[in-house]
């Protein structure tokens, strides 16, 4: 198993189980994030603008930027970027609510593990098939190749 895959791996065990208590608890999120430091530790990340109710792409950005100013600085070697997200499941014709996990590296290709799910009676978070899609790299390309 590569360094990559186990740095996903716990990425996933930090921010997914996160995300669906939050759902549960109070029916959406914020977009967060964790990284896997060059040392291996793995830290959760979020930031705020100071706005109570701010706008999800708004906050999505300002970790994204974040990341890759550790990216630059050499402190990080994989990210999870977590957001919620609509997406027509594949074989489907129908789009849902989901969970979706940017995961990048310095090595590797990026993807989005994406957990659809819907929302039922009494507040009850109906789960379907996970599945992952390649994605364009929103940080560790861009902080690399930056001027």
């Known amino acids: 198993m590569s360094a990559e895959t186990t740095d996903f791996e716990r990425l996933l065990d930090v921010v997914v189980p996160f995300a669906i208590q939050s759902l549960a608890k109070h ?18 990340s979020s930031t705020y603008d100071g706005n109570e109710r701010p706008n999800s792409k708004d906050v999505e950005n300002l970790i994204l930027e974040a990341f890759r100013n550790e990216v630059k600085a050499g402190k990080i070697r994989a990210v999870a970027v977590c957001t919620n997200i ?15 996990v940017r995961l990048e590296s310095r090595a590797g290709e990026p993807l989005a593990a994406i957990y659809p799910y819907q ?3 009494f507040g009850r978070i ?3 098939k996970p599945f992952s899609t390649k994605v364009p790299g929103e940080i560790f390309s861009k902080a690399l190749n930056a001027k």
């Open 126 to 128: 109906n789960y379907g």
């Open 86 to 100: 609509t997406v027509v499941v594949p074989d489907t014709d129908k789009a849902t609510d989901a969970i979706s």
């Open 119 to 121: 929302k039922g009676w």
């Open 27 to 44: 029916g959406e999120f914020y977009p967060f994030g964790a990284s896997a430091k060059t040392d291996g530790e793995t830290a959760a």
